[in-house]
């Protein structure tokens, strides 16, 4: 929330492509961002979705990216966006922020908006190399015997869709052993409740390509007051 405030740490990151959750529409940011006009002069360069104005999910393109919302987009499978990249690469990208516990659906005979999503947007995922990143609130951490939303079913959807998650490829971890926190929940304190909610799948084709990997630094995002969360940043050089 409140990204007329953040603007500039996130721009400071020199980013292609940004999945952002809890993001105020465009027109509403616009209001508050006397820069907003200077990076995004065209529709090409926002996509957002959401049913309440201040709180959805937006993509912003940059260094000559484009982006569109896909026409397999589903408002029933809330914060879930398809988005088709154009521009120095082209893919496929599934914008997500999963909703568990808001929505009710942190119980074990329903899997979720992004489950769903994965099936249904297959032949979406499968038809360009696919990247889906985003906050997916979900973690092995939290896995039950026989729970529809257990992420380990989620990780073999995206195996099976042939894409990995960057994290895990880069440091070498294994799910649900993370030894860095992108969510400090609660007090945003570096000693309270941490978790690791946020990820990027890209395609496993393109695991050799990630140049860079990086977790943002509690430091510079939650001790700032900036967020609750720190960013994911993957370099892919094809």
Wanted: glycine share 6%; proline share 5%; net charge negative.
């Amino acid at each position: 929330m409140a990204l007329h405030r953040k603007l500039d740490p996130l721009l400071a990151l020199n980013p292609d492509i940004v999945v952002l959750s809890e993001c105020a529409r465009p027109e509403i940011v616009r209001e508050k961002c006397a820069d907003w006009a200077k990076h995004f002069e065209t529709d090409a360069e926002v996509v957002w979705i959401g049913s309440n104005k201040h709180k959805g999910v937006a993509v912003m393109a940059f260094n000559g990216y484009q982006v569109k919302l896909a026409d397999c987009y589903d408002p029933k499978l809330r914060f879930v966006a398809p988005v088709e990249v154009t521009g120095p690469l082209e893919f496929n990208l599934l914008a997500v922020w999963a909703m568990h516990a808001n929505d009710g659906i942190r119980k074990k005979a329903i899997a979720g908006p992004l489950r769903d999503s994965l099936d249904i947007h297959a032949k979406f995922l499968q038809a360009k190399p696919s990247i889906a990143a985003g906050d997916f609130n979900n973690n092995y951490f939290w896995d039950k015997p026989g729970w529809a939303m257990n992420f380990e079913a989620t990780v073999e959807r995206f195996t099976e869709l042939e894409m990995s998650s960057a994290y895990h490829v880069a440091l070498g971890e294994a799910q649900g052993e993370e030894s860095i926190p992108t969510h400090y929940w609660r007090d945003r304190k570096k000693d309270g409740p941490t978790y690791h909610i946020d990820y990027i799948f890209v395609p496993k084709a393109w695991e050799a390509a990630m140049s860079h990997f990086e977790v943002g630094t509690f430091e510079d995002w939650c001790g700032s007051k900036l967020s609750d969360h720190v960013p994911l940043i993957v370099d892919i050089k094809l």
